[in-house]
């Protein structure tokens, strides 16, 4: 708040594909898909077609005694992206909202079937899932949770896999293996009283790109299986594709074993293509029917006004449209495959550290002793300068563009992506002209 008069907000007028335009005209490419929901572009026409038909049709119906097609049609056509696994959706509107709704279900179901000691909640170093206060206590960002954390339930966390934490010869399994033997202790001790276990699959997002390997994955499946453990996986932002599957979780199994799936999904962010607040929480046929019964307070209740608005939903669906229709995960494959060899120069930059990839996430972080004063400000701001909307956290300086990378837009990027670095580093002034004519969208 205190700085807004310095770095004024960008007065975005008009978004194009990956671009948005501000109020003086300029562009500005979205490197991180606004907060990493827009997954085909700003204005898409067929997103935008499908929203005008569903507009004339049904905005909006309360999902209270009333059901519509959309609705029903996502939660099936989801439950399929499963195989079938999690039968059941619960709507809600946004991904904090998803968190709650996860975090109750898994309680109130244990509760439903005469386990109602099982009230705890493990999480994640380093993780996140969301600021309401339920979200809140399962989270691990000090700037957003310390002013509330006299608010907060207590809830048990144990070590992130993050493998930036390996000792000298050690491998991100080896660092999965650590933080599992952690988890299994706990569990081993605590299992009694313990519900869930709430994580981001692969990547931990908001606190830094922070990215683990899948073995930890598999660790906690068995662990919660063997200990009666609610396993909920928090897709928000790394489903629908963002780490090269559908569902991050998928990469859990080893090539060619069975398949596993968590008990709970929460999507949010790219599900409805950036354009309107929808949630989901998918869930285990198992648990949906801990809460039959006729005693009403024994079902699960949860409402929100918007849940599962229609459009929201329709937009859901244009957007599982394109992946059913256009093969989204290799085009991204492909296309990655361009950025990360367009940003070799940089991951082998003296002046950085930890150069990671996964799907269409690509990160790194700038080595401490360089940073400066208000770092992520100060590269925020340069970004503009060449075209490019960023927003490092901390010394991490990442990308998660929208699906719709091409070769040259893959070089642009790389290259203004190293100029906005060297600015920032060398505090050089931008100088545009120099840089290759960028292509138009
Ligand atoms: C963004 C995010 C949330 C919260 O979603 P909101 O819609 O912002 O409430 C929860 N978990 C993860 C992993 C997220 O990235």
Same mark, same amino acid.
């Given at each position: 708040m205190q700085r807004a008069a310095q770095v004024p907000p960008l007065a975005v007028v008009r978004g194009e594909g990956p671009w948005l335009f501000d109020d003086t005209g300029q562009r500005y490419f979205d490197t991180s898909s606004s907060w990493w929901?827009?997954?085909?572009?700003?204005?898409d026409a067929r997103i935008n077609a499908a929203l005008k038909d569903q507009l004339e049709t049904l905005p909006h119906v309360m999902l209270a005694g009333c059901t519509h097609a959309p609705a029903v049609e996502l939660a099936e056509r989801l439950s399929a992206l499963t195989g079938g696994t999690l039968g059941h959706c619960f709507f809600a509107s946004d991904g904090a909202s998803a968190v709650e709704i996860a975090l109750k279900m898994s309680f109130h179901h244990w509760r439903n079937l005469g /386990?109602?000691?099982? /009230?705890e909640f493990v999480c994640l170093r380093k993780g996140y899932h969301g600021e309401t206060l339920g979200a809140l206590a399962v989270t691990d960002v000090a700037v957003f949770r310390d002013a509330y954390d006299p608010l907060l339930m207590r809830a048990h966390q144990v070590m992130s896999p993050d493998a930036r934490q390996a000792m000298t010869g050690e491998s991100a399994a080896d660092v999965a293996r650590r933080a599992t033997a952690e988890l299994e202790a706990l569990l081993q001790a605590r299992h009694a009283h313990i519900a869930a276990l709430i994580l981001e699959p692969l990547v931990q997002g908001a606190t830094g790109m922070a990215f683990y390997d899948p073995a930890y994955l598999r660790a906690a499946r068995k662990l919660c299986d063997q200990f009666d453990v609610t396993l909920i996986a928090d897709e928000i932002a790394v489903g629908c594709g963002r780490t090269g599957t559908f569902f991050a979780f998928e990469q859990a199994a080893l090539p060619g074993e069975q398949a596993i799936w968590p008990d709970l999904i929460c999507l949010s962010k790219g599900i409805s293509g950036g354009y309107l607040p929808l949630s989901l929480v998918l869930s285990r046929d198992s648990i949906y029917e801990a809460f039959l019964d006729d005693d009403v307070t024994r079902g699960f209740l949860h409402s929100h006004s918007y849940t599962g608005n229609a459009l929201a939903c329709r937009a859901a669906l244009a957007v599982l449209d394109r992946f059913a229709q256009e093969d989204v995960l290799r085009h991204n494959r492909e296309q990655a495959a361009t950025l990360t060899t367009a940003l070799a120069p940089l991951a082998a930059d003296p002046r950085i550290e930890h150069f990671r990839q996964l799907g269409m996430i690509w990160a790194f972080d700038v080595r401490e002793p360089l940073i400066g004063p208000r770092f992520a400000e100060r590269f925020h701001l340069a970004g503009r300068a060449y075209e490019l909307l960023i927003r490092p956290i901390g010394r991490t300086v990442y990308l998660m563009p929208p699906y719709v990378l091409t070769e040259d837009l893959s070089q642009w990027l790389a290259e203004r992506l190293l100029a906005t670095l060297n600015y920032v580093l060398n505090q050089i002034p931008p100088d545009v002209d120099r840089a290759p004519e960028p292509p138009t969208a």
């Amino acid at each position: 708040m205190q700085r807004a008069a310095q770095v004024p907000p960008l007065a975005v007028v008009r978004g194009e594909g990956p671009w948005l335009f501000d109020d003086t005209g300029q562009r500005y490419f979205d490197t991180s898909s606004s907060w990493w929901v827009n997954l085909f572009g700003h204005a898409d026409a067929r997103i935008n077609a499908a929203l005008k038909d569903q507009l004339e049709t049904l905005p909006h119906v309360m999902l209270a005694g009333c059901t519509h097609a959309p609705a029903v049609e996502l939660a099936e056509r989801l439950s399929a992206l499963t195989g079938g696994t999690l039968g059941h959706c619960f709507f809600a509107s946004d991904g904090a909202s998803a968190v709650e709704i996860a975090l109750k279900m898994s309680f109130h179901h244990w509760r439903n079937l005469g /386990r109602s000691d099982k /009230r705890e909640f493990v999480c994640l170093r380093k993780g996140y899932h969301g600021e309401t206060l339920g979200a809140l206590a399962v989270t691990d960002v000090a700037v957003f949770r310390d002013a509330y954390d006299p608010l907060l339930m207590r809830a048990h966390q144990v070590m992130s896999p993050d493998a930036r934490q390996a000792m000298t010869g050690e491998s991100a399994a080896d660092v999965a293996r650590r933080a599992t033997a952690e988890l299994e202790a706990l569990l081993q001790a605590r299992h009694a009283h313990i519900a869930a276990l709430i994580l981001e699959p692969l990547v931990q997002g908001a606190t830094g790109m922070a990215f683990y390997d899948p073995a930890y994955l598999r660790a906690a499946r068995k662990l919660c299986d063997q200990f009666d453990v609610t396993l909920i996986a928090d897709e928000i932002a790394v489903g629908c594709g963002r780490t090269g599957t559908f569902f991050a979780f998928e990469q859990a199994a080893l090539p060619g074993e069975q398949a596993i799936w968590p008990d709970l999904i929460c999507l949010s962010k790219g599900i409805s293509g950036g354009y309107l607040p929808l949630s989901l929480v998918l869930s285990r046929d198992s648990i949906y029917e801990a809460f039959l019964d006729d005693d009403v307070t024994r079902g699960f209740l949860h409402s929100h006004s918007y849940t599962g608005n229609a459009l929201a939903c329709r937009a859901a669906l244009a957007v599982l449209d394109r992946f059913a229709q256009e093969d989204v995960l290799r085009h991204n494959r492909e296309q990655a495959a361009t950025l990360t060899t367009a940003l070799a120069p940089l991951a082998a930059d003296p002046r950085i550290e930890h150069f990671r990839q996964l799907g269409m996430i690509w990160a790194f972080d700038v080595r401490e002793p360089l940073i400066g004063p208000r770092f992520a400000e100060r590269f925020h701001l340069a970004g503009r300068a060449y075209e490019l909307l960023i927003r490092p956290i901390g010394r991490t300086v990442y990308l998660m563009p929208p699906y719709v990378l091409t070769e040259d837009l893959s070089q642009w990027l790389a290259e203004r992506l190293l100029a906005t670095l060297n600015y920032v580093l060398n505090q050089i002034p931008p100088d545009v002209d120099r840089a290759p004519e960028p292509p138009t969208a």
